[in-house]
């Protein structure tokens, strides 16, 4: 007759250790952080890399652009980003403008880099994809649309 061992169900400190507490989660305590939060950290770090003109999509820069006229309003910097964030992992959407002359998956690459590099810093999650869409690409041809406007001769008299 074989004799079973019995299964233990108790749990070391090892195992504790590798599977929930973290940055995040501990003994003392758990801290939850909320979309906006890590919206507006990946929106800021996407700013900072050259080649990045603007985020979001056409609908969204136009309603930026309004919003950026109201005397007193704020930028919306979580503009054209998504996220998802659980537990421990988060998952990023950037919609984006790039500048003309910009290799966009070297421009890909570098703001991945730095929306992975600071989400995880500031907020101690694991950031699990940054999916990025170009939308369209700015052309700084050196005009601007009211200027242009005034300076012109008119049609009629």
Same mark, same amino acid.
Request: proline share 2%; charged share 25%; no cysteine.
């Given at each position: ?43 800021? %770090? *996407?700013? &900072?890399?050259?080649? !990045?003109?603007?985020? +979001?999509?056409?609908? $969204?820069?136009?309603?930026? #652009?309004? @919003? ?21 992992? %988060? *998952?990023? &959407?950037?919609?984006? !403008?790039?500048?003309? +002359?910009?290799?966009? $998956?070297?421009?890909?690459? #570098?703001? @991945? ?36 406007? $005034? ?7």
């Amino acid at each position: 007759m074989t004799e079973k061992k019995p299964e233990t169900t108790a749990t070391t400190t090892t195992d504790v250790a590798t599977r929930g507490t973290g940055a995040l989660a501990s003994e003392q305590g758990r801290t939850s952080i909320a979309d906006a939060v890590v919206s507006k950290i990946a929106g800021i %770090a *996407a700013r &900072d890399i050259s080649g !990045v003109h603007a985020l +979001g999509g056409g609908t $969204a820069r136009a309603v930026g #652009a309004l @919003r950026d006229r109201i005397p007193g309003s704020r930028t919306n910097l979580s503009q054209g980003v998504a996220v998802e964030v659980g537990e421990r992992q %988060a *998952a990023v &959407d950037l919609d984006l !403008v790039a500048e003309y +002359g910009v290799s966009i $998956a070297d421009l890909a690459q #570098a703001v @991945r880099r730095n929306v992975i590099g600071s989400v995880e810093r500031m907020t101690g999650l694991e950031v699990t994809e940054v999916n990025i869409t170009v939308h369209d690409i700015f052309l700084d041809d050196g005009l601007d649309d009211a200027d242009t406007s $005034a300076s012109s001769a008119p049609r009629v008299e």
